[in-house]
Nanobody, 119 residues
Framework: VQLQASGGGLVQPGGSLRLSCAAS????????MGWYRQAPGKQRELVAS???????NYADSVKGRFTISGDNAKNTVYLQMNTLKPEDTAVYYC??????????????WGQGTQVTVSS
């Protein structure tokens, strides 16, 4: 199983970016997918997550600015980030809790994509 993330980059404060993450491989089922981020010198933190049924969860710091959505048919999750702030600067990691073939459910991680918010 692989998680391929894309969409990071450099944006000015107040700007927008859209991250995508596609899971591929021998996937039996996905419980939920989400995005974490890690800024230099800080711990990795949950940004947003979405269940297969569409229930969402957001960190307080991004509520009202970020929107997570998913495409179950494509095993893909998106993160629309609006009104970006310098403090959103971090490496963003895609995460999925899924079952590969007959194996137990566990967490899988993407490679990380850099988001830099700066003027």
């Amino acid at each position: 199983v692989q998680l391929q993330a894309s969409g990071g980059g450099l944006v000015q404060p107040g700007g927008s970016l859209r991250l995508s993450c596609a899971a591929s491989g021998s996937i039996f089922n996905i419980n939920f997918m989400g995005w974490y981020r890690q800024a230099p010198g800080k711990q990795r933190e949950l940004v947003a997550s979405i269940t297969r049924g569409g229930s969402t969860n957001y960190a307080d710091s991004v509520k009202g600015r970020f929107t997570i959505s998913g495409d179950n048919a494509k095993n893909t999750v998106y993160l629309q980030m609006n009104t970006l702030k310098p403090e959103d600067t971090a490496v963003y990691y895609c995460n999925a809790n899924l079952r590969e073939r007959e194996l137990p459910y566990r967490a899988y991680w993407g490679q990380g994509t850099q988001v830099t918010v700066s003027s």
